[in-house]
């Protein structure tokens, strides 16, 4: 690359002459003009490696969030909608509490309050 860059010759004959094909030396020489900013049409090398971890990061994302099917599935509906009931749902008759908390809010003052024999 840096043979055709300093020269000037055309990419074909230093292909040639490396025993490559042209079009690989060409990809190679836009990418390192990339690198060295003096090229706007492709990303850098940092960039693409940047890409690749957010492509990797956004299917990570959507694998975590696709509903489970079959009947694993009807049992991570179920326990998502009983954590949803006992832990974040207000209850009216719990002073609009979840019924967790008021649950440990119940035992936390039995083991405050002396017990008479």
């Known amino acids: 690359m840096r043979e055709v860059r300093a020269t000037g010759r055309p990419i074909a004959h230093g292909a040639k002459d490396l025993g490559i094909h042209k079009e690989a030396l060409r990809g190679w020489v836009r990418q390192a003009e990339a690198d060295h900013g003096e090229r706007d049409d ?14 990797k ?3 990570e994302l959507r694998r975590a969030n696709e509903i489970p099917q079959g009947r694993f599935g009807v049992f991570w509906s179920i326990f998502q909608w009983i954590t949803w009931y006992n832990e974040e749902r207000f209850h ?3 002073d609009y509490i979840p019924p967790a908390e008021y649950e440990e809010a119940f035992w936390r003052s039995q083991e405050q309050t002396p017990q008479s024999a």
């Open 42 to 55: 492709r990303l850098t090398t940092d960039g693409h490696h940047e890409l690749k971890q957010l492509r």
């Open 57 to 59: 990061a956004v299917a």
């Open 92 to 94: 009216s008759a719990l």
